[in-house]
């Protein structure tokens, strides 16, 4: 069984800075690629950034040189760190995993950049 836990979303003003972590139990998680997908009201949830097992990372061209993502399988957690946040990266963000063709998804977590 797979469970993922979102935490670190929240409200700040544009230019600013937030870290997203998400603490998957289950021992598939060192195995398979982790990543962050976000969605807004009446869209289909896009990939933001993604990262394998062995810690190759790939970007949505939209965050790219704003974003990263990491991992620590010591203790099965995936993190996003969001710089230079824009009104447009507003979004629920949800962590996944895919193992065997099967997605995983946390309940998401609320990003909203105001100011």
């Known amino acids: 069984q797979v469970r993922l836990v979102e935490s670190g979303g929240g409200l700040v003003q544009p230019g600013g800075s937030l870290r997203l972590s998400c603490a998957a139990s289950?021992?598939?998680?060192?195995?398979?690629?982790m990543a962050w997908y976000r969605q807004t009201p009446g869209k289909q949830r896009e990939l933001v950034a993604s990262?394998?097992?062995?810690?190759?990372?790939n970007y949505a061209d939209s965050v790219k040189g704003r974003f990263t993502i990491s991992r620590d399988n010591a203790k099965n957690m995936v993190s996003l760190q969001m710089d230079s946040l824009k009104l447009e990266d507003t979004a629920v963000y949800y962590c996944?995993?895919?193992?065997?063709?099967?997605?995983?998804w946390g309940q998401g977590t609320q990003v909203t950049v105001s100011s």
């Open positions: 990262v394998t097992s062995g810690g190759t990372t």
């Open positions: 996944n995993l895919n193992s065997l063709g099967t997605d995983y």
């Open positions: 289950g021992s598939i998680f060192r195995r398979n690629a």
